[in-house]
Protein backbone atom coordinates (compact mmCIF):
# COMPACT_ATOMS: atom_id res chain seq x y z
CA UNK A 1 0.00 0.00 0.00
CA UNK A 2 1.35 3.42 -0.72
CA UNK A 3 0.49 4.70 2.93
CA UNK A 4 2.59 1.87 3.79
CA UNK A 5 5.78 3.50 1.54
CA UNK A 6 4.93 7.09 3.03
CA UNK A 7 5.07 5.99 6.47
CA UNK A 8 7.96 3.93 6.64
CA UNK A 9 9.58 4.79 3.22
CA UNK A 10 11.32 2.66 0.94
CA UNK A 11 13.83 -0.72 1.21
CA UNK A 12 17.09 0.11 2.52
CA UNK A 13 19.88 -0.24 -0.23
CA UNK A 14 22.57 -0.40 2.11
CA UNK A 15 21.33 -3.68 2.86
CA UNK A 16 23.22 -6.66 1.10
CA UNK A 17 20.79 -8.53 -1.41
CA UNK A 18 17.84 -9.60 0.33
CA UNK A 19 18.18 -8.48 3.65
CA UNK A 20 16.38 -5.25 2.64
CA UNK A 21 12.88 -7.08 2.22
CA UNK A 22 13.23 -8.32 6.06
CA UNK A 23 14.29 -4.98 7.39
CA UNK A 24 11.42 -3.44 5.81
CA UNK A 25 8.76 -5.81 6.90
CA UNK A 26 10.18 -5.26 10.45
CA UNK A 27 9.98 -1.67 10.19
CA UNK A 28 6.37 -1.81 8.94
CA UNK A 29 5.82 -4.40 11.73
CA UNK A 30 7.02 -1.95 14.33
CA UNK A 31 4.66 0.91 12.82
CA UNK A 32 1.73 -0.89 13.13
CA UNK A 33 1.18 -2.98 10.06
CA UNK A 34 0.29 -6.41 9.61
CA UNK A 35 2.73 -8.36 7.86
CA UNK A 36 1.52 -11.92 6.00
CA UNK A 37 3.52 -14.52 4.55
CA UNK A 38 1.99 -16.71 2.29
CA UNK A 39 4.85 -19.58 1.42
CA UNK A 40 2.69 -20.61 -1.91
CA UNK A 41 2.78 -17.40 -4.12
CA UNK A 42 4.70 -17.75 -7.49
CA UNK A 43 6.77 -14.96 -9.05
CA UNK A 44 7.03 -15.63 -12.62
CA UNK A 45 10.39 -14.07 -14.51
CA UNK A 46 9.14 -13.26 -17.71
CA UNK A 47 12.87 -12.13 -18.91
CA UNK A 48 14.84 -15.08 -17.48
CA UNK A 49 16.86 -12.44 -15.19
CA UNK A 50 17.24 -12.31 -11.46
CA UNK A 51 20.19 -11.55 -9.48
Known sequence: RRKVIEEIGLL???FFMYGEELDWCFRAKKAGWKVMYYPHAEI????????
Open 12 to 14: DEQ
Open 44 to 51: IHYKGECS
